[in-house]
């Protein structure tokens, strides 16, 4: 056991529950429920047309069927997996390349400094639909292309946040203090530099997730996203578009579970901003 | 021995104004120099410049020799040698010394863990140790708190702790006593004053409190607007000042004395 661990311990017995990230914890883990369990099990194959055009809910079919007779709830189920996928993915990408970049970007001066942040503005700018199209047309319009695209437009943003928030702990006492006991850079980043920029990095990745499955979606309602049978709840909704008075069910369902989704990582954000930012954990405490 | 010898120090920003100009002065090993000063004078510049860590946008030319290792100009890597080993520092403001999310033990710990190479259980007790070293009561709880759960005076204690955990030759103490109340910065000076003494430890104490310089230093500097303008021994420049600003600055601590021993003679 380090030294930490056994300092570490009551910090998290004192760590309080906010009523919103509850809540926000509720929504997303009902998803990911979904996303599990379609890993094991689905009510029907993919690519299993009998269930007859656009039928009700009921008989056999939980939420009835789309225009090609595949159940609706399947598809929801494989929707969830790859809309979780997709923001994880994206956030992963994101996160590798835009803390890495910020940081960085952060120690670079002069001129380089100049350059790093119009480079990184210029790709924020840079639309991720167009990015998007780019990577499918570079790959081939799968879901990795996907978040591929999607990853490389967010981590610019991160970069961004990353480089300000090192910044401005790089101005700190503490950092000059830790120098003057003799630490050198590399550890000065990793001991005092990351955890101080953690906590805002963190709420800013999950807004990031929920940001990457909406793009997600949007890219699949192009046809860029993961191609069938494997439903996603952007092409799901693309689907439905044209029945839509006919049989709601096919657009309502993704579009509420997308909404869920969203909804639920927004408010993980707002409730780990709570507990994890430093100002109000010392008003707490 | 000289530890420290400062030639020619100038310190210039990039749109050319000058703020430390030509300084020089030495500090020699076990030797205790106050550098006097008001805000602006270039105090704190000049001790970031001894372990060269002054901020970007500044130019330094000149010599700064620590323990032998010229400052000026080296690379980083000579730097974080010398930084800790020869020279370590107890800043102003000891809340924004601390890193506020990292508990005050580990704080101590990693400079401790460096120069003596202790591990686990043995590392644990040497932070105790140094806690207990600067007067710090129950030191397992404190060493378990994060800076903003202790108190201004034992965050101090907790900086100094870390700075004495490198055991330097030269401890750097810039206003370490300024941020904090008046009963508190007493004990505080007499704490400083007893484990410098015991360790033999050079100190270059900086500080605008005529005061405080005189209570643990042997030789003072006195500095305006970046310029040496006195310096001698501390008892001759506080007791017959010769230049005009450091007569200004004695008047002005005296005036203050008497208007307080007025007060409390009512």
């Given at each position: 056991m380090t030294y930490t661990d056994v300092l570490r311990k009551p910090a998290e017995a004192r760590r309080r529950r906010s009523a919103t990230l509850l809540a926000g914890c509720t929504l997303t883990a009902l998803i990911a429920l979904l996303a599990v369990v379609s890993l094991v099990w689905l009510p029907y194959d993919a690519d299993d047309t009998s269930g007859g055009r656009l039928a009700g809910p009921g008989d056999g079919h939980l939420l009835g069927t789309d225009k090609l007779g595949r159940d609706l709830f399947t598809q929801l189920m494989t929707g969830s997996r790859i809309a979780v996928e997709a923001g994880l993915g994206s956030v992963t990408i994101a996160a590798l390349i835009g803390v890495t970049l910020g940081v960085l970007a952060a120690f670079a001066q002069g001129w380089l400094d100049d350059t790093l942040a119009a480079f990184l503005d210029i790709l924020i700018a840079f639309p991720t639909l167009l990015l998007a199209m780019l990577v499918v047309a570079a790959r081939s319009a799968t879901l990795g292309s996907a978040v591929l695209a999607i990853g490389l437009a967010q981590s610019a943003v991160v970069a961004r946040l990353v480089r300000i928030l090192v910044k401005r702990v790089l101005a700190q006492d503490y950092v000059t203090a830790a120098r003057t006991s003799g630490t050198s850079w590399p550890r000065t980043v990793v001991g005092h530099v990351l955890p101080n920029i953690w906590p805002t990095l963190v709420v800013n990745l999950a807004l990031q997730f929920g940001l990457a499955v909406l793009a997600e979606a949007g890219l699949s309602y192009l046809g860029l996203g993961a191609p069938p049978p494997n439903a996603s709840w952007g092409r799901m909704l693309q689907e439905a578009q044209a029945t839509f008075t006919t049989a709601p069910a096919g657009a309502l369902a993704p579009g509420i579970l997308l909404v869920v989704l969203v909804v639920g990582v927004n408010l993980v954000a707002d409730g780990l901003r709570d507990t994890l930012d430093p100002a109000t954990r010392r008003r707490r405490s | 021995m000289t530890l420290l010898d400062v030639r020619g120090l100038t310190v210039r920003t990039d749109?050319?104004?000058?703020?430390?100009?030509d300084l020089s002065f030495t500090v020699d090993s076990g030797e205790r120099l106050g550098l006097i000063g008001e805000s602006g004078s270039g105090k704190s510049l000049t001790t970031l410049a001894v372990l060269g860590l002054l901020p970007d946008g500044m130019t330094v030319t000149g010599s700064v020799e620590l323990a032998g290792t010229q400052i000026v100009g080296a690379p980083e890597k000579r730097l974080t040698a010398v930084r800790g080993r020869d020279a370590a520092v107890v800043f102003q403001e000891p809340l924004t010394a601390l890193d506020p999310l990292m508990r005050v033990g580990r704080q101590i710990a990693e400079p401790l863990a460096r120069r003596t190479g202790l591990r686990g259980r043995n590392l644990r007790t040497a932070v105790t140790e140094a806690l207990l070293r600067v007067r710090l009561p129950e030191p397992e709880r404190i060493a378990r708190a994060f800076p903003h759960e202790i108190s201004g005076g034992q965050r101090q204690r907790v900086a100094l702790a870390m700075a004495l955990a490198c055991e330097p030759s030269l401890l750097i103490a810039?206003?370490?006593?300024?941020?904090?109340?008046v009963s508190v910065q007493a004990e505080m000076l007499e704490l400083l004053d007893t484990l410098v003494r015991e360790r033999e430890m050079a100190v270059l104490f900086v500080s605008h409190d005529l005061a405080v310089v005189a209570a643990v230093t042997d030789r003072a500097l006195v500095m305006k607007d970046g310029r040496a303008v006195e310096e001698g021994p501390v008892l001759d420049v506080v007791?017959?000042?010769?230049?005009a600003y450091t007569k200004a600055l004695v008047a002005g601590a005296r005036k203050l004395e008497s208007a307080l021993d007025l007060r409390s003679a009512r």
């Open positions: - | 749109d050319g104004r000058t703020l430390v100009d810039d206003e370490p006593t300024t941020a904090l109340d007791g017959a000042p010769r230049a």
